[in-house]
């Protein structure tokens, strides 16, 4: 049976209010019932407002159940708005005499001068997209003409992320129940390790393989991680559920947790072509780092062969009986350009290796980007056919590829 919402009506009235000792100001009256939220925007019912007064809606002493009668205006700051003032009641009874003061205490927190929307709007952008709080605090200078500090945006954003957080996981789940989204079987897992308040921290997550739903994930101290921890975060989140594949990365415990869990393993392909090409890049880092120390070798060559060059005094014909100094000169000059020519020799050798590895790897990457098993087998076949003519890297890479099919 679907509830009908009937929609809140505010009548918002304009007075003139005259302050003692100050001129008259046309204020808006505005009940304890209407957040200050609305205030930033009342301008635009009428531009010439000076400012905002709020009233008791229930003007009764809880006391002593008399109406107040009103004594004074002071200002106040709602959201550290300016211009804002509340009437301060008094009780007519002379036993009670106590003073009333207009409260928000529906919309703002004790100890707190900003409301409850105002401070979850920030953690709320931040979700949206990860703005610095610098540029936060511009955006609601901008909309609302409050200038919140840095610091201030930071804290609220500590007080109700959770908050925010736990209400958009239940709007999710509500919304899932209602498109009757069933679990496919197929799950993807992987955790994170993080310092949460220089703690540290792991967080464990699931995931459908197939609707792409994430399932509430589970965040423990680090030292508590182990094989036991993740069966029973799988238990508590998948029971009940259909359970036909894990996906995981290449980590030794997963085959003995899958194998608890009664639920077949497979590598993501991400890690699977991780762990085929680990050996042809740990040999393509290692051509980078001979081939920054070769480039540094000639760079420090070529400073000594300018300075020998500056020295040598070239001439025409062979060298005479008394140039020795001239002789040695120019053996050293010729002995550094061996160098130079050497090491780029082997700079370009390291350049041909990468380019051929890099041909190879990227026919590695298509047998897992294939779409039917035919076309990865194939690729895979053709690989084989050259094997002889393989780099060995490459070669045991088709190995472990040929393990998997098996």
């Not at 094989?227 to 030794?252: Q, R």
């Not at 608890?260 to 699977?272: D, G, P, R, V």
Request: glycine share 2%; charged share 35%.
């Amino acid at each position: 049976m679907s509830k009908k919402i009937t929609p809140t009506s505010i009548f918002i009235n304009f007075e003139v209010v005259k302050f003692f000792g100050e001129e008259e100001k046309l204020l808006v009256m505005l009940p304890d019932t209407v957040s200050p939220d609305v205030i930033p925007f009342l301008g635009f019912l009428n531009p010439d407002i000076d400012g905002v007064l709020y009233f008791k809606s229930n003007p009764i002493c809880p006391d002593c159940g008399l109406e107040l009668v009103e004594s004074t205006v002071e200002e106040f700051y709602p959201n550290k708005l300016e211009n804002v003032y509340r009437i301060v009641y008094r009780c007519p009874d002379k036993e009670c005499g106590k003073k009333h003061r207009v409260k928000l205490d529906k919309f703002i927190d004790d100890g707190s001068n900003y409301t409850s929307n105002m401070k979850q709007l920030g953690s709320r952008l931040q979700f949206i997209e990860n703005i610095v709080y610098r540029k936060m605090s511009e955006i609601f200078e901008a909309i609302f003409g409050i200038r919140i500090p840095k610091s201030t945006l930071y804290n609220h954003q500590d007080q109700t992320s959770d908050e925010i957080l736990t209400a958009v996981e239940k709007e999710i789940d509500a919304e899932v129940e209602k498109q009757e989204i069933e679990a496919s079987g197929n799950y993807n897992y992987d955790e994170q390790f993080m310092k949460v308040s220089k703690n540290k921290k792991a967080k464990l997550q699931l995931l459908d393989a197939n609707t792409k739903y994430a399932y509430p994930a589970m965040i423990i101290n680090q030292d508590k991680f182990d094989s036991d921890t993740i069966l029973k975060y799988w238990n508590a989140t998948l029971s009940n559920l259909p359970k036909e594949c894990m996906i995981t990365d290449g980590h030794t415990m997963y085959p003995s947790i899958c194998k608890e869990f009664e639920i077949e393993q497979a590598l993501c392909t991400f890690h699977a072509i991780h762990n085929v090409r680990d050996k042809p890049y740990k040999i393509i880092n290692r051509n980078n780092t001979k081939r920054k120390n070769k480039s540094k070798k000639i760079k420090t060559i070529n400073e000594d062969l300018t300075e020998l060059n500056n020295k040598y005094i070239p001439k025409c014909g062979r060298f005479g009986k008394n140039e020795t100094k001239r002789r040695k000169l120019y053996d050293k000059i010729q002995s550094k350009n061996r160098q130079i020519s050497t090491l780029n020799q082997e700079i370009r050798t390291l350049n041909n290796e990468d380019k051929e590895l890099d041909k190879y790897m990227d026919r590695i990457s298509l047998i897992f980007k294939s779409k039917t098993l035919k076309t990865s087998k194939n690729r895979l076949n053709r690989l084989k056919e050259d094997k002889n003519k393989l780099p060995d890297s490459i070669v045991d890479a088709i190995d472990k590829i040929d393990k998997k099919f098996d």
